[in-house]
């Protein structure tokens, strides 16, 4: 069975770091490009970052550039997203997605929902002091 699970998410002061992890399950995550999306309460789903697995390209939403990093351990089967520098308003369930085919441009348009085939179950990342 092909699975996607993320884990790493929790609550956190502003200003704070989390790092999530998104692990293939019953595939080699690393043939494959990865997304990162977050839903806070009444909006829409949010295309976060993305990276590309033909040559690591990634892409960042203005909302997390600068803060937030997207990495591969081919390893380990993981897509990590490293959150640093917090802020209330990065509340959400974040969730990681992977497709055989999309490529991730720097330039954009970034992690589109209808193109990922697996997702994972998400994970509540809260920002609050």
């Known amino acids: 069975q092909l699975q996607l699970v993320e884990s790493g998410g929790g609550l956190v002061q502003p200003g704070g770091s989390l790092r999530l992890s998104c692990t293939g399950s019953?595939?080699?995550?690393?043939?494959?490009?990865v997304g990162w999306f977050r839903q806070a309460p009444g909006k829409e789903r949010e295309g976060v970052s993305c990276?590309?697995?033909?040559?690591?390209?990634?892409y960042y939403a203005d909302s997390v550039k600068g803060r937030f990093t997207i990495s591969r351990d081919n390893a380990k089967n993981t897509v990590y997203l490293q959150m640093n520098s917090l802020k209330p308003e990065d509340t959400a369930v974040y969730y990681c997605?992977?497709?055989?085919?999309?490529?991730?441009?720097?330039?954009?348009?970034?992690?589109?929902?209808?193109?990922?085939?697996?997702w994972g179950q998400g994970t509540q990342v809260t920002v609050s002091s």
């Open positions: 990276i590309s697995s033909s040559d690591g390209s990634t």
């Open positions: 997605a992977s497709d055989r085919y999309y490529y991730c441009s720097e330039y954009g348009p970034g992690p589109l929902t209808e193109v990922y085939d697996f």
């Open positions: 019953g595939f080699t995550l690393n043939y494959y490009g």
